[in-house]
Antibody
Framework: QVQLVQSGREVKSPGASVKISCKTSGFPFDTFSLNWVRQAPGQGLEWVGWISGYSGHTNYAEKFQNRVTMTRDASTGTAYMDLRSLTSDDTAVYYC???????????????WGQGTLVTVSS | DMEMTQSPSSLSASVGDRVTITCRASRGIGTFLAWYQQKPGKVPSLLIHTTSTLQSGVSPRFSATGTGTDFSLTISNLHPEDVATYFCYKYDRAPLAFGGGTKIQI
């Protein structure tokens, strides 16, 4: 079955960077895109960006353009999100999620990782 | 910026009620609209995609409709396990976006 397993919780200082991994299994990694979504405590869901499974092309939400990088390692079926220059506003649970339709970067998110809590605090 | 406006932000209903949540897009998105259920402390779960297609395994008490800019999710015969926050999500093209959420209580 489809599985997305994310790395563990992180605690970072303001100004630091965090890199979260999303290990996938149960589907052909190079035909499905992965999106990253975050949720601040008690808040709604916020789209961060996507990485195409087949091309590696990325598309980021404008507010993250200058400080996020999404990458993938097709050999291990793992996607990564690197977020830099952290502030307390970045404290959130970060989810990776698979698009439900192959060869589509924009699509409904059918399967989700368990989430990674990132806490930014001095 | 593209916006998805959900209403109401919260509602309280009784077991057995029929409840409807609406989602309005700031521009037309065709039928590229999905709905998610998120129970407290849990990961969001896909209920409906392509405006009205029920995800496999989801109760038929959930239904949805709409096109263009106006969409709605209806829960028939509300059950206690439907207590959750519901989000709409548009995915026609980047930037993708979620609605603000509707918290349903009983």
């Amino acid at each position: 079955q489809v599985q997305l397993v994310q790395s563990g919780r992180e605690v970072k200082s303001p100004g630091a960077s965090v890199k979260i991994s999303c290990k996938t299994s149960g589907f052909p990694f190079d035909t499905f895109s992965l999106n990253w979504v975050r949720q601040a405590p008690g808040q709604g869901l916020e789209w961060v960006g996507w990485i195409s499974g087949y091309s590696g092309h990325t598309n980021y939400a404008e507010k993250f353009q200058n400080r996020v990088t999404m990458t993938r390692d097709a050999s291990t079926g793992t996607a990564y999100m690197d977020l830099r220059s952290l502030t307390s506003d970045d404290t959130a649970v970060y989810y990776c999620a698979r698009v439900g339709t192959s060869y589509h970067s924009a699509g409904y998110l059918s399967d989700w990782g368990q989430g990674t809590l990132v806490t930014v605090s001095s | 910026d593209m916006e998805m406006t959900q209403s109401p932000s919260s509602l309280s209903a009784s077991v057995g009620d029929r409840v409807t949540i609406t989602c309005r897009a700031s521009r037309g998105i065709g039928t590229f609209l999905a709905w998610y259920q998120q129970k407290p402390g849990k990961v969001p779960s896909l209920l409906i995609h392509t405006t009205s297609t029920l995800q496999s395994g989801v109760s038929p008490r959930f239904s949805a409709t709409g096109t263009g800019t106006d969409f709605s999710l209806t829960i028939s015969n509300l059950h206690p396990e439907d207590v959750a926050t519901y989000f709409c999500y548009k995915y026609d093209r980047a930037p993708l976006a979620f609605g603000g959420g509707t918290k349903i209580q009983i």
